[in-house]
């Protein structure tokens, strides 16, 4: 299979690195991402005076730093929240003005097509899949790109979409969290790919990128705006702009996009119809 260089994928940027462990992907990615030394890496909540008393830290450290207060649970400890069931959408790259520092970096990111960034056509699909939902019953949350810290719902997910400079490229791709404390998310997943192929046509990418597996809004151990580790999260990148089979459908035909979402947020045994909904 032909594999699409990471350059060449919506980015998310350095922020997207906040998981990885190993120094050499580090070392690969940074020569990709030259904004390295982004003020946005340099934690908040680091005392000033450590800088006087210890050497500065170094970078792999960061990646392991866990500033989730508490102990994360399992996937045995689970539980949804209270209330009826919340389907929070979150549109990629939307509302990035509003980044707090420890994100920054997200002011920079996304693609775009003929001069359209795909927030635009993000913000659309999670209109008319949140439209969907809530007809059917569902509480629905559509949220910018920052979220808010501790974020809680019975299902969340990012929605994005890619390009390329080879407009040959093309197809869809869905990722679990690489951490998933709930250990629910990849059940979610495999649904997708069951309910996205067949309602728009675009074919699936067996491939993940390691941004969308360490996307920054699941990385609950390294930023406050981020997901509370028992929410169930995904991410999909619903195919390429750059790509004229796959534009004429999110571009176009936007609700067959929205249609393949919902059908698996309705399949997956979490996220049923609110009881007594109309259907
Ligand atoms: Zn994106």
Not at 177 to 206: E, K, M, N, S
């Amino acid at each position: 299979m032909k594999r699409i260089g990471l350059a060449a994928v919506c980015a998310f940027g350095i922020i997207a690195l906040a998981g990885l462990d190993s120094g050499e992907e580090v070392a690969a990615e940074v020569r990709t991402a030259p904004v390295v030394q982004e003020v946005a890496l340099v934690p908040q909540d680091t005392p000033v005076v450590r800088q006087a008393q210890e050497p500065p830290p170094q970078r792999s450290r960061w990646w392991s730093r866990n500033r989730y207060p508490g102990p994360i649970p399992t996937p045995e400890e689970w539980q949804p929240p209270d209330g009826p069931v919340r389907i929070a959408l979150q549109v990629g790259h939307w509302r990035v003005e509003e980044a707090p520092r420890e994100l920054s970096g997200l002011r920079r990111n996304g693609t775009s097509w003929n001069g359209t960034h795909e927030r635009e056509f993000n913000l659309e699909i999670a209109r008319r899949t949140g439209a969907m939902l809530e007809e059917l019953g569902y509480v629905v949350d559509i949220l910018p790109a920052v979220v808010p810290p501790d974020y809680r719902a019975h299902l969340f997910l990012a929605i994005h979409a890619d390009a390329s400079n080879d407009r040959s490229a093309r197809g869809y791709r869905v990722s679990a969290p690489r951490r998933d404390a709930t250990g629910r998310a990849q059940d979610f997943v495999d649904l997708l790919h069951q309910t996205y192929g067949p309602a728009t046509g675009i074919r699936r990418l067996q491939d993940t990128t390691r941004r969308m597996r360490n996307y920054y809004a699941f990385n609950y151990r390294r930023y406050e705006h981020a997901l509370h580790p028992m929410t169930i999260a995904a991410i999909i990148e619903t195919g390429f702009l750059t790509n004229a089979g796959d534009r004429a459908v999110i571009m176009n035909q936007p609700e067959r996009v929205a249609r393949g979402i919902v059908d698996a947020i309705v399949a997956f045994p979490i996220t049923p119809p609110p009881v007594g909904a109309l259907r």
